[in-house]
């Protein structure tokens, strides 16, 4: 806008009114810019509120994060001790806690009525390298116990392992363990040349067995009792398990075919004999008769049962035995698992020609096929028996 003015008062006069007008406009355009101003003003508390609440969850993480790492350890418990077999000392071991544990980190204190007696490496207890999240083990404790004895188990970890809770580490218990003395056992059974039954003992104590005692003896054949005598000890049992101790019965008891054959004996003194439930031997035989041509073959099929799975039991052994009478050609002998194939035995030699070994473990109740083949290597004929036994 262009404005002319006249000089002297009126102008002087028009140029204040212009002056007032423009002050009196000014206000309104000065508005936007105090907006301006109180936004910024209003946005900086705002951040300032954010950073705040930052901060505050920052230090809350801070405040949580060693909880969750102490709450991710394991957490080693005892929660038994016991005996089996009247004197073998086991315990259970847990991980209670939520994370998995080296066996190689940790060791297993004994102590028998409050006196230390051993300390074990938890890895020479066990197979296991990790002991997971509420995994348990039943731990062999290389010791027996005789006698009545308070019995603590601690377990220890290193000290670079973490644990949860400590406390849990130890038990308590008394436990009776069978006595010292003699224990009788039927050992194993064997068949003579007119294939009857022999039964041979042993005495497994740690003290010898008196000449003199009186056992009573019961043979079962196929679940049904043949015989029942009282067997005199004419010889001392020596300690454990020196000297196998021959027993005949008075009355034959000729093996044939398939039979389950159970013995059982009984001492009438309990001094001759501090564990009785090892006193009872029960096993299969199957004989198969042949006839074997000169340079010719036979074959035979059998089944045997699986071992179960346990860890402090035996599952026994196969038994296999191949006699013939005449003079003393050789036999080749061929033994092959039919399920697992990779197990075969072949083996040559003059009657009688033997072999045992352990029977693999399985489900329990399962059986395995095998199949045994004679090869008559000589000229003649040659006639015998192929014996199995197993439990």
């Known amino acids: 806008m262009r404005f002319e003015l006249e000089k002297g008062g009126a102008a002087d006069e028009q140029e204040g009114k212009l002056r007032r007008e423009g002050e009196e406009t000014s206000l309104p355009m000065d508005g ?16 300032k509120l954010q950073e705040g609440e930052r901060d505050l ?46 066996m190689d980190q940790g060791g297993l204190s004994l102590f028998l009525d409050g006196r230390l007696e051993g300390r074990y490496a938890l890895k020479s207890l066990t197979d296991h ?14 010791i027996s116990i005789f006698g009545r004895k308070e019995v603590e188990v601690r377990v220890e970890t290193s000290t670079e392992q973490g644990e949860k809770n400590p406390e849990n580490n130890a038990l308590r ?30 005495n497994s104590g740690e003290l010898d067995l008196r000449r003199g005692g009186t056992f009573k003896v019961r043979i079962y054949l196929n679940d049904r009792k043949i015989s029942e005598f009282e067997h005199f000890v004419s010889d001392e049992l020596k300690a454990n398990s020196r000297n196998p101790y021959l027993l005949m019965p008075p009355f034959r008891v000729p093996i044939r075919g398939v039979a389950r054959v159970k013995v059982s004996v009984s001492p009438k003194s309990r001094m ?43 599952g026994g052994k196969i038994k296999v035995e191949v006699r013939w009478e005449g003079p003393p050609t050789p036999l080749k002998v061929s033994l092959e698992n039919l399920e697992r194939g990779g197990v075969r035995f072949d083996l040559s030699g003059t009657s009688p020609v ?23 290597l000589h000229e003649g004929r040659v006639e015998g028996y192929f014996i199995v036994q197993h439990p």
């Open 354 to 376: 033997k072999i045992e070994w352990p029977i693999p473990s399985g489900p329990g109740g399962s059986e395995s096929r095998w199949r045994a083949s004679l090869h008559n």
């Open 32 to 47: 936007p810019k105090e907006d301006q101003a109180r936004k910024e003003e209003e946005k900086g508390e705002e951040g």
């Open 129 to 142: 390298l990790w002991l997971q999240p509420n995994g348990k083990l039943t731990l062999p404790i290389p």
């Open 272 to 314: 001759d004999d501090v564990r009785h439930e090892n006193n009872v031997l029960e096993r299969r035989f199957i004989i198969f008769p042949f006839q074997i041509e000169g340079k010719e073959r036979e074959q035979f099929s059998f089944f045997i049962p699986q071992a179960s799975s346990k860890e402090d039991d035996d």
């Open 173 to 202: 218990k008394v436990l009776e363990g069978a006595p010292k003395g003699p224990d009788l056992i039927v050992q194993d059974f064997d068949l003579n040349e007119d294939l009857e039954l022999m039964i041979y003992l042993s």
């Open 57 to 102: 969850r920052l230090l809350t993480l801070s405040t949580t994060a060693p909880a969750t790492k102490e709450s991710s350890l394991p957490d080693l418990a005892l929660t038994e001790i016991f005996l089996k077999k009247k004197r073998r000392l086991f315990a259970t071991l847990v991980n209670v806690g939520n994370a998995p544990f080296p």
